[in-house]
């Protein structure tokens, strides 16, 4: 069953702009992740964030979790050429497996 | 550095033919998954192993079966190929022991596999 759902499916930026992206999810989690997948690649892993937690940092990277809402967003700044890529948010259920949504694919144009 | 193996990186198969997909991680990690993506569908699990010698089923394991080789390996066959399996394949591999889903999945480079 696919808990979380990206919005949008796809964004277009210019390299130095910032790129955010949503995450929803249905029912109460214990934790979150987001994935980056380069074309051909497989998954990579960014950042984890816990249903007490409300916002991690790592590099450029953001992502906030408002549980009241079971909705999670990432934010890449300054982005850069090497950012192009599908993301992934990664809810778990009710037994602790992750499920995968379909994905948001960003694209950072010269 | 190598961390989760995945081979062959391509296939192309018959119906009805069989094959093996075979994983191998090098980071001492105790749970091991298969996944298949396709398509505007992400990814769905399709078995776990969530120690050595223990396998379980995910979301969508009908036609396919795993084998927990040993700490390292974790292999996915199909027995008898269906279109409905054209897909790309992901192993990945976890630390703790069991479905902890507060660690991260460390994932290799995918089998694009067609079954015509």
């Known amino acids: 069953s696919q808990q979380g759902e990206e919005d949008p499916q796809a964004l277009s930026i210019q390299e130095g702009e910032n790129a955010t992206m949503n995450c929803s999810y249905k029912?109460?989690?214990?934790?979150l992740q987001w994935y980056r997948q380069n074309s051909g690649r497989g998954l990579v892993h960014l950042i984890l964030?816990?249903?007490?937690?409300r916002e991690k940092h790592s590099g450029r990277l953001r992502v906030t979790l408002d549980t009241s809402k079971k909705s999670s967003s990432l934010l890449i700044t300054a982005s850069r050429a090497a950012d192009t890529a599908s993301y992934f948010c990664?809810?778990?259920?009710?037994?602790?497996?992750?499920?995968f949504g379909a994905g948001t694919t960003v694209t950072v144009r010269a | 550095n190598a961390g989760v193996t995945q081979t062959p990186k391509f296939q192309v198969l018959k119906t009805g033919q069989s094959m093996t997909l075979q994983c191998a991680q090098d980071?001492?990690?105790?749970?091991m998954y298969w996944y298949r993506q396709d398509p505007g569908m992400g990814l769905r699990l399709i078995y776990y192993s969530a120690s050595e010698g223990t396998t379980d089923k995910g979301e969508v394991p009908n036609g396919y079966n795993v084998s927990r080789l040993n700490k390292r390996e974790f292999s996915l066959r199909l027995e008898s190929a269906a279109p409905s399996q054209t897909s790309v394949y992901f192993c990945?591999?976890?630390?703790?022991?069991?479905?902890?889903?507060?660690?991260?999945?460390?994932f290799g480079d995918g089998t694009r596999l067609s079954i015509l």
């Open positions: 990664a809810t778990d259920d009710n037994d602790y497996k992750l499920s």
């Open positions: 990945a591999s976890s630390y703790g022991t069991g479905l902890y889903s507060n660690q991260p999945q460390h």
């Open positions: 980071m001492n990690h105790n749970s």
């Open positions: 029912t109460s989690i214990n934790n």
């Open positions: 964030i816990r249903s007490n937690e």
